[in-house]
Structure formats: C-alpha cells, structure tokens
C-alpha cells in the first residue's frame, strides 16, 4: 500500500510520511527545499521552534499556494530562550504563517518544567485555544507516559521517538506500550543505518530485500518503518531521493523481511553496546594510568 493517512485517537488524520526541516539550518536554502518537498508530493512539514527554521517553512508553505487544509503542519515546543509554551505556539504561528498547527509537541520530557502534569496542561490548553488541532510529546520514554496519561485530559496522540533497526530492541517496549494506549508513533532518523552506521549487519538483508524490490536501500528501510506502523520523518536536499522516499511506500514488505531486518538491528545494537562498554573500559584505563604516573611524579602513593 502507498503512503496514506493514520486515525490518531481523538479522531483527526496524519499523513503517514513527513518531510522534517530539522538538518535545513536557515535561509532561503531552508525555505527552498521545503518548497521542493512539498512540489514533489509531501503534504505533512515537520519543523520545531529550536530547528529555527519556521519562518522559511513558513514562506515555502505560503509560496505553495496550497489550501491549509491540504497541508499537515507539525511543530514543537523547545524551550527555546526560555519562553513558555502560550509564548512559543504563538510565536511559532505567526512564523509559519497559519492561524493554527495541526500537531504540536513536547520536543523532550527535560523541557516539562516544573513537571510532565503542569506542562501537560498547557499543552491542553494550546488545544483548547484552537491553536494546535491535536497535542503530543516527542522522545517521551514508558515512565514518562506513565505520569503524563496518569492526569491528563487530553490524552497525546503521538510520540515523535528515534526509530531504526538498531534500536528496535530496545524501543519495543515503548512501541507495546503506546499500542496499548492508542499513541500513535513517529519514527525519525530511521535512515541511521545507512546515513551514521553503514557496514553493520543490517546491511545484508537490506540489500538482499532492495534488490528483490528492485528498490534502494534506504527506501527499504522506509517501508519496514511503516510496516511498524509509524509516521516517518525523514528529509533529503535531493530532488530524486524525495521522489523516491515516496515511492518507498508502494513496497510491501513480508513478515520474514522484517523479521530478518529485526534481527539483523538486534544483532548490531549488541555489537554497538559492547563496543561502547570497552570504549569506556579503555578511557577509564587510561584515566587511572595518567594519575598514576601524577601521583608517582608527585611522590603520592596510593
């Protein structure tokens, strides 16, 4: 099935595929390449206030000329300058040019202040003002959920996470948990095994799948994000991988696809973990040799 739209839990519609502004920066480069996305078929712009590129997205999706309503705008609060939420969604607006947003989000638990229940209600508020359609949190882990859903009234129809088969393994937990809760899950940087750690064992199954497909790496990994079920966030300043990130959704991946692409990222993060274990035994070797030698310099002994 191509890219389409998912039901979020108080009844609105998502695109299931975004182009996000994140690695933009500013300028009109920025404003350009969010014109590009959107003239190749992406109808779903995610930006944040501290990606400070709001404007230029703003200017693109004036330049469009598209109706507001075909177009799914997501943003989010950063906390950027110190400024409170009623301050950043009004703000954000008037950057982007809309009278609203239609998701707006936590960028990260640490930005809740005081806490997730006080800050949660704001959030509800931005919703209840009209300034924002639907309400949600991004990199919110299980316990983070936990205290948000135990006071809420509004209950978050999305959580922006990290997404790629390297960490599968880990986010499953926060994947079961947020099917359970009817949250839906948006994936970013699901392209990491490729763009940050090629080389890895997901490379095998990923190729060997590609070329059944007769698709590009990096739309297989696309496709096994949606076959998750999540939104992809995903961006490019090339015209052609755009194109094909949306072609991406007509490839349909078998339970086995996945599986093996599932175990190949299992396999990787173990790899990753115990090389990030002897990385620190090592420095901390080398710490404990350097105040050796110091303290033998110093005629300190130990």
């Known amino acids: 099935m191509p890219w389409d739209v998912i039901k979020l839990n108080d009844g609105t519609s998502i695109p299931n595929i975004a182009f996000g502004t994140w690695t933009l920066g500013g300028g009109q480069q920025a404003t350009d390449k969010v014109d590009q996305a959107i003239s190749v078929g992406f109808n779903h712009i995610d930006t944040a206030q501290s990606y400070r590129n709001e404007k230029e997205a703003g200017v693109a999706i004036k330049e469009s000329g ?95 996470i990290l997404l790629h088969p390297y960490v599968i393994a880990r986010q499953t937990p926060l994947l079961q948990f947020s099917a359970d809760n009817d949250i839906a899950i948006e994936a970013y940087s699901v392209l990491t095994p490729l763009t940050h750690q090629p080389g890895g064992p997901v490379d095998a199954p990923v190729n060997d799948i590609a070329k059944r497909f007769d698709a590009k790496p990096e739309q297989v990994l696309l496709a096994w994000a949606k076959a998750k079920g999540a939104i992809v966030v995903t961006s490019s300043t090339k015209k052609d991988r755009l194109e094909g990130y949306l072609h991406a959704g007509d490839i349909d991946l078998t339970k086995e696809d996945i599986e093996k692409i599932d175990g190949a990222g299992a396999q990787g993060e173990r790899r990753l973990t115990a090389r990030t274990v002897i990385r620190r035994i090592a420095v901390a070797g080398l710490i404990a040799a350097a105040v050796l030698r110091i303290c033998s310099y110093l005629g300190i002994g130990l």
């Open 66 to 160: 598209l109706d507001r309503k075909d177009l799914y705008i997501t943003t989010k609060y950063s906390g950027l300058n110190g400024l409170d939420i009623e301050t950043s969604i009004n703000n954000s607006l008037e950057n982007l040019g809309v009278k609203y947003v239609d998701l707006y989000l936590i960028h990260h638990p640490r930005l809740a202040q005081p806490d997730i229940p006080t800050t949660w209600k704001q959030m509800e508020k931005v919703k209840a003002d009209g300034k924002a359609k639907s309400i949600g949190v991004s990199n919110f882990a299980v316990e983070d959920l936990k205290i948000l859903l135990a006071s809420a009234k509004v209950k978050p129809v999305a959580n922006q």
